[in-house]
């Protein structure tokens, strides 16, 4: 598979939400599940949901992505060990104002798990190339350089067979987020950076109104939400706000990599400054500093020990 130094682009789910719903596990019901009381299954994507193709790197960045199906019984006195599930893959082709499903109603058999517990969760695994060569020889299109294309939408669904024979068909009669998973392919610019990880810290100045002491240390963890520069920080002052309590926020890397920009946790602003490889320099403002002496200068290190963008700053004065 091909490595390349870039950082994705998410996804824009393009009205594929239907597929992507989840529901608390905690929450699951018989009722919930009407369609097949005996065995209940519960769908959840992992980071990416889309495959997804760089225009600027020429080449498919996300190529292979998972998801997780946890098989859930109506109750543990219906708990029969599940035989067998078997999963089951559709590819709805647009060519022109041509629009075509490729597996018919029954699909094509994508890949067979066997043995697994009650109760357990289990990772479906899915590549680019897996799904060509399950429909190449269906494609009207056949000119296709990079196997799938942005217009491409692929549907799993599955058959469950437990140890007393009982069978659940989801493609026969059931509709909803946990009877099936629908991807995507998505196309654009990708960012060539990666901000999100665990920031170790340590205060270097702080205004009067701002919590803790010079030297403190702690950290706080950065996430990225989608792969187009969208992240959050749990704590964007850095334990150092007027009542102690963490203030998250999101981040969005506009420029990717040269312009951090703050939403939330009332107006915080970064300076970003003296950037040293994994380490740089971050002073926190935000919308009462000026009258209550609220701000703090902290040393920021990435605990993965990956460099900073060198040109990496945010919208504070400057």
């Not at 996430?223 to 749990?234: F, H, K, M």
């Not at 704590?235 to 939330?264: A, E, R, V, W």
């Amino acid at each position: 598979m091909k490595k390349i130094k870039y950082i994705p682009l998410l996804i824009s789910l393009i009205g594929l939400a239907i597929g992507f719903n989840s529901c608390d596990e905690e929450n699951l019901s018989k009722e919930d599940f009407e369609w097949k009381a005996e065995a209940m299954t519960l769908v959840m994507p992992g980071e990416y949901r889309n495959f997804f193709y760089a225009t600027n790197a020429d080449a498919f960045i996300v190529e292979e992505l998972d998801f997780n199906i946890s098989v859930l019984p109506a109750s543990a006195n219906d708990a029969d060990a599940v035989d067998k599930l078997e999963v089951y893959a559709f590819l709805q082709e647009t060519d022109g104002d041509v629009q075509v499903m490729h597996g018919g109603e029954s699909g094509k058999l994508f890949k067979t798990y066997v043995d697994i517990p009650d109760f357990s969760e289990f990772q479906v695994h899915v590549t680019i190339d897996e799904l060509y060569e399950l429909f190449k020889d269906d494609l009207l299109n056949k000119n296709r350089p990079n196997k799938l294309v942005s217009t491409d939408l692929i549907e799993f669904k599955w058959v469950i067979t437990d140890k007393s024979g009982k069978v659940t068909d989801t493609r026969m009669d059931c509709s909803g987020s946990n009877c099936q998973y629908i991807l995507g392919v998505d196309t654009g610019f990708a960012c060539p950076n990666d901000l999100s990880g665990v920031l170790n810290y340590e205060v270097l100045e702080k205004g009067s109104g701002a919590t803790g002491s010079v030297g403190q240390t702690g950290s706080v963890e950065i996430t990225r939400v989608s792969l187009s520069g969208d992240y959050t920080i749990d704590d964007c002052q850095f334990g150092t706000s007027y009542n102690g309590n963490k203030f998250g926020c999101k981040i969005k890397d506009k420029d990717c990599g040269s312009l951090l920009d703050l939403d939330g946790a009332d107006g915080t602003e970064w300076e970003i400054t003296n950037i040293n490889g994994p380490t740089c320099d971050i002073t926190w403002t935000y919308s009462y500093t000026d009258g209550y002496d609220e701000w703090a200068k902290v040393r920021v290190t990435r605990a993965d020990g990956q460099d900073w963008p060198i040109d990496l700053k945010g919208e504070g004065p400057y």
